[in-house]
């Protein structure tokens, strides 16, 4: 079975200053990667999405990660965060086998704090 | 196109009430979500329905009832409430039942069991 932790579950950073976000999953077969972010009051928003190719995804709000094999992780990043940033992000991860549905297995989620 | 709507926003139940959580989607999706988010829990699945006619259990699915009524609506009832199903519930849909595909989620439903 698949897993995924978040360990920071809260992560305060001034504006303009970059940002990391740390997943790590476990899973004994290969995995689809996502990150969501949700604004407060708000529901879940795709962020970026892992599947193949290239490491390094691009998403929206010029936020990006890198999958890394070797140390399953998926970590989100960001060079420098807007106040509007603030919010909380989910990781969250999928095997690769098709079956009849997408279990997403999600980490328990990273408050990121923008403060002026 | 409104995406996935979810009603109502909030809820307050006494323990043993009933009730039915509506979610409907105009984006044509095949699969739709039924989750509860509780704090430092992440999203747990609740039901699925990989296409019309069909529903399945997710990983908490005691206590819960769903309908997936036509292809738009994904109802999910609970039939005798309980304390422990205070939580905030989000609806998803995707187009399609492959792992590669993105769920959109609604705003969801804040329900307090008292």
């Known amino acids: 079975a698949q897993s995924v932790t978040q360990l920071d579950s809260q992560v305060p950073v001034f504006e303009e200053a970059p940002v990391e976000l740390r997943c790590n999953y476990s899973?004994?077969?290969?995995?689809?990667l996502f990150w969501y972010v949700q604004y407060p009051n708000q529901g879940l928003q795709l962020l970026l999405k892992?599947?193949?190719?290239?490491?390094l995804v691009k998403g929206i709000n010029g936020f990006e990660a890198e999958f890394n094999k070797s140390q399953t992780s998926f970590h989100l990043r960001k060079p420098s965060v807007h106040i509007s940033d603030t919010a909380e992000y989910f990781c969250?991860?999928?095997?690769?086998?098709?079956?009849?549905?997408?279990?997403?297995?999600f980490g328990t989620g990273t408050r990121l704090l923008v403060s002026p | 196109n409104a995406g996935v709507t979810q009603t109502p926003k909030f809820q307050v139940l006494k323990t043993g009430q009933s009730m039915t959580l509506q979610c409907a989607q105009d984006?044509?999706?095949?699969?739709m979500y039924w989750y509860r988010q509780d704090p430092g829990m992440g999203l747990r699945l609740i039901y699925y329905?990989?296409?019309?006619?069909?529903?399945d259990k997710g990983e908490v699915p005691n206590g819960y009832n769903v309908s997936r009524l036509n292809k738009r609506e994904f109802s999910l009832r609970l039939e005798s409430a309980a304390p422990s199903q205070t939580s905030v519930y989000f609806c998803?849909?995707?187009?399609?039942?492959?792992?590669?595909?993105?769920?959109?989620f609604g705003p969801g439903t804040r329900l307090l069991v008292l």
């Open positions: 998803a849909s995707s187009e399609l039942r492959g792992s590669q595909e993105t769920q959109y």
């Open positions: 899973s004994s077969v290969s995995v689809y």
């Open positions: 892992y599947l193949s190719g290239s490491t």
């Open positions: 969250a991860v999928t095997t690769g086998m098709n079956t009849g549905f997408q279990k997403l297995v």
């Open positions: 984006m044509n999706h095949n699969s």
């Open positions: 329905s990989a296409s019309e006619g069909t529903t």
